[in-house]
């Protein structure tokens, strides 16, 4: 099993920045993508950004695109998520995930994402 784990939320005012970090304990796992998601409740999980790990190829939601940014550090096994300019919509539990297998890695895929993190909540307000 791979371990993700997050860190890096909390509350913030609209138009201020909070920066997410996910820590695998291993970076071989087959796949070649990972990503962020965020719910709240009574809504569905949605995709936010998401890294192909092997070429570090990037995608976004819309509603994200200009605001935050996903990167990686191999060596560190971590990924991060730079969140700008965050509005009172972007409150949710934010979760990191892993991909075990080989396949696309962009918005707005969510299956076959095999290993997720507990969650780590961003509260903004207005």
């Known amino acids: 099993q791979v371990h993700l784990v997050e860190s890096g939320g909390g509350s913030v005012q609209a138009g201020g920045s909070l920066r997410l970090s996910c820590t695998a304990s291993?970076?071989?796992?087959?796949?070649?993508?990972m990503g962020w998601f965020r719910q709240v409740p009574g809504k569905g999980r949605e995709g936010v950004a998401y890294?192909?790990?092997?070429?570090?190829?990037?995608d976004y939601a819309d509603s994200v695109k200009g605001r935050f940014t996903i990167s990686q550090d191999a060596a560190k096994n971590t990924v991060y998520l730079q969140m700008n300019s965050l509005k009172p919509e972007d409150t949710a539990i934010y979760y990191c995930?892993?991909?075990?297998?080989?396949?696309?890695?962009?918005?707005?895929?969510?299956?076959?994402?095999?290993?997720w993190g507990q969650g780590t909540q961003v509260t903004v307000s207005s």
């Open positions: 890294i192909d790990t092997d070429d570090g190829s990037t």
């Open positions: 995930a892993a991909r075990a297998q080989l396949g696309g890695c962009f918005y707005p895929i969510i299956h076959n994402f095999n290993y």
């Open positions: 291993t970076y071989t796992y087959g796949g070649n993508c």
